[in-house]
């Protein structure tokens, strides 16, 4: 198995500069010639050390800044998702499921007023389980600008 040595193009190109008439292998073979000839000064070692961790921070720090990119991408699609069901979707069935609430109710009255239980009335509805949409209001949305102004205010209040 060889070991492959990754080298920044920059340095690859400064390399090519100074060597403008050698092959690949050739530009390899001398980089890796200098390299082992700066072997024996701990400075150099220490630099060159600390140079390669740099290379690999600035390698990883690119690969996470892409993936937080991705993340942030498929938040704020899921939020935009949830959003416009919350908009568009649910305010008409809660209003929808009030007014047919509002209708068994009303026939639970008059079948009371003919004399009747309702409760004997199959099938019988356990309003506990249902969704609470007597008291629903349907949400005010506020533009991005509008919530920013107010977390602006809010983050100036606490000094």
């Known amino acids: 198995m060889r070991d492959a040595v990754e080298v920044p193009a920059r340095l690859w190109d400064a390399l090519r500069a100074a060597h403008p008439d050698a092959s690949d292998a050739e530009l390899a073979a001398l980089a890796l010639a200098r390299g082992r000839s700066l072997e024996g000064d701990p400075l150099r070692v220490e630099l060159a050390e600390r140079a390669a961790l740099v290379f690999l921070l600035r390698r990883r720090l690119a690969r996470e800044r892409t993936r937080l990119a991705e993340a942030e991408r498929r938040d704020r699609a899921g939020y935009e998702r949830d959003l416009a069901l919350q908009r568009d979707v649910v305010p008409p069935l809660k209003e929808r499921a009030r007014a047919l609430r509002a209708r068994i109710r009303a026939l639970e009255a008059?079948?009371?007023?003919?004399?009747?239980?309702?409760?004997?009335?199959?099938?019988?509805?356990?309003?506990?389980?249902?969704?609470?949409?007597?008291?629903?209001?349907?949400?005010?949305?506020?533009r991005d600008e509008d919530r920013r102004r107010a977390a602006i205010g809010f983050f100036r209040r606490l000094g």
Not at 127 to 142: C, G, I, K, N, Q
């Open 110 to 142: 008059r079948t009371r007023a003919a004399g009747v239980d309702p409760e004997a009335v199959a099938p019988r509805i356990d309003w506990a389980d249902t969704l609470a949409v007597d008291d629903y209001v349907p949400p005010r949305f506020e």
